[in-house]
């Protein structure tokens, strides 16, 4: 997952970059970027780690112009630990184009070969979103040849990069010295929103709350399959560039991965979160009887709507359980150390009166892993409970995810190829509650009719795309193993910034 923006203005935007992408720092924490255009000339600069250590004050003056664009990434593929990795990506011709993508290319070896036996294109990394720039520097070089640069030469450059890629796209490229290109891909799997300010700057994030924390206002959602392309004047062109696109958002979004205060595809997220709290309240009273839960405790920070509003339906004590550090640093290594991890106690702490001779319904946004569930429960019986519950407000996550979520293999999904008893035996509460998959996506789509559906793959295995096989699972697998840095940091959820840190 990552967080992208593009502006065209007719002020510096170096600044108004920056606070955008503080924004989406929710959406990635392992590298930043910004590059902007003066004149024809652009002005980069990248680097590993949050935005406010990447960008110092002598970056911010060297990066001039009016027009630009930035991501946050955490990376899903590729080489988490390489800085040549971060973005925007850059090639010189034709007229120089640089970019930004969220989400995940499923076909990436196949057009890499693609790109050098047949397009004579150059591939120096092993990130996806180089290959997905080289198809569209290619493709519109074809459109373009001869002639100056026109918004349909664009849109029929990105109609071809339809037709060859495969997989999930929100992308902002900045082609020097003509605008900013937005677009998604044909079934609007990573979301894309548009907005524009008073004095004319436009706008486009991968959430709303960049384009209303910065000052703009928001004009509406990029449609599946739809470019739009922004001149530097500041006019929209838009067109619809993929022959059937659908509408089918990734479920995970709402679930985790935006910031409450976004609206991605005409659904609150917040609001979402609400609903999904409403199923969930439904499967734990056929679970366990209301009567025999003292108190409803979120495990912070996401989960908190969804328990604050199961806890009303039923009528239970809501309490806060749990206090987050939001300042648990890198652990160095010196001379003579052995590599430690940090353990969930150091990120969470407990309030023990809340626990202490209390039966307690945890709930919990999804269950991925397993192991920082039960080291969860195992401190609520520390402080103290007499017996503790786990609700999750997502079903179980039992597949990989091939669309831009760093999402383990199907072996470290703790329920994966097991039963709900089995989950519950090993994070050791005493009654396991899941939201159903249903329940799920009618919780959530009901706020939008007009969605064709979501891409679930991660609790159903129905890759919309419609390309993936078992035998993909396993490559994707395979380039997983070996990946993890020793010397990292823990990147489990609970040590990242989420929705409501950001």
């Known amino acids: 997952m990552c967080g992208i923006v593009g502006v065209v203005s007719q002020a510096p935007v170096n600044q108004l970059i920056y606070d955008a992408l503080l924004l989406l720092q929710h959406r990635g924490q392992d590298a930043a970027g910004i590059v902007t ?7 980069m600069h990248k680097a590993k780690g949050m935005v406010r250590d990447v960008f110092r004050t002598r970056n911010m003056r060297g ?19 390489s800085e040549e990795e971060a973005q925007p990506f850059y090639v010189n011709a034709p007229f120089g184009i640089v970019l930004v993508h969220n989400g995940n290319l ?21 990130s996806d979103s180089e290959v997905l720039l ?13 002639i100056q640069l026109q918004p349909e030469d664009v849109f029929k450059a990105v109609a071809n990069v339809h037709k060859r890629v495969r997989g999930s796209y929100a992308v902002i490229a900045l082609i020097a010295g003509h605008g900013v290109l937005a677009f998604r891909d044909p079934y609007g799997i990573r979301p894309l929103s548009l907005g524009r300010s008073k004095d004319g700057t436009v706008m486009v994030a991968s959430e709303t709350v960049s384009l209303e924390g910065t000052g703009h206002i928001f004009e509406r959602h990029v449609q599946p399959g739809e470019a ?23 479920i995970f979004e709402y679930v985790y991965l935006a910031r409450p205060d976004s609206v991605l595809d005409g659904i609150s997220v917040y609001q979402a979160r609400l609903n999904l709290g409403e199923a969930l309240a439904k499967r734990v009273v056929s679970t366990v009887p209301p009567n025999d839960i003292d108190v409803v405790i979120p495990i912070p920070e996401s989960s908190r709507p969804s328990a604050t509003q199961l806890a009303h339906l039923l009528g239970i004590p809501y309490r806060e359980g749990f206090v ?48 920082t569930s039960r080291e969860i429960v195992q401190m609520a019986r520390d402080a103290g409970a007499k017996k503790v519950y786990l609700a999750s407000a997502a079903p179980p996550v039992r597949y990989p995810n091939v669309y831009g979520i760093d999402m383990p293999t199907s072996g470290e999904l703790v329920a994966s190829g ?28 009901s706020l939008n009719p007009k969605l064709d559906g979501f891409d679930a793959s991660c609790f159903d295995g129905v890759y919309v795309t419609g390309d993936i096989n078992p035998d993909d699972i396993a490559r994707i697998n395979e380039a997983r193993i070996g990946q993890e840095d020793p010397l990292e940091e823990d990147t489990s959820r609970l040590a990242l910034p989420n929705a409501q840190d950001a």
């Open 37 to 43: 255009q003066q004149e024809r000339k652009f002005f």
């Open 63 to 81: 990066l001039p112009g009016t027009v630009g664009l930035g991501q946050v990434r955490y990376p899903t593929a590729g080489n988490a630990y």
């Open 106 to 126: 499923t076909n990436a070896q196949a057009l890499k070969a693609e790109l050098f036996t047949t397009d004579h294109r150059h591939i120096n990394t092993e």
């Open 134 to 146: 080289n198809v569209f520097a290619h493709e519109l070089e074809k459109s373009t040849r001869g």
């Open 228 to 250: 739009i392309f922004i001149d530097l004047a500041g006019q929209v062109h838009s067109r619809q560039c993929a022959d059937n696109p659908k509408l089918y958002p990734c």
């Open 324 to 371: 987050k550090n939001r300042y648990v640093g890198r652990t160095f290594i010196m001379p003579g150390q052995g590599v430690r991890k940090k353990s969930v106690r150091q990120k969470l702490n407990v309030i023990v009166s809340e626990f202490k001779g209390r039966n307690v319904l945890l709930v919990d946004d999804s269950i991925v892993r397993g192991t």
């Open 418 to 445: 097991r039963t709900v008893e089995e989950v519950r035996e090993i994070i050791g509460c005493d009654a396991l509650i899941y939201q159903d998959v249903e329940g799920m996506k009618r919780a959530i789509g």
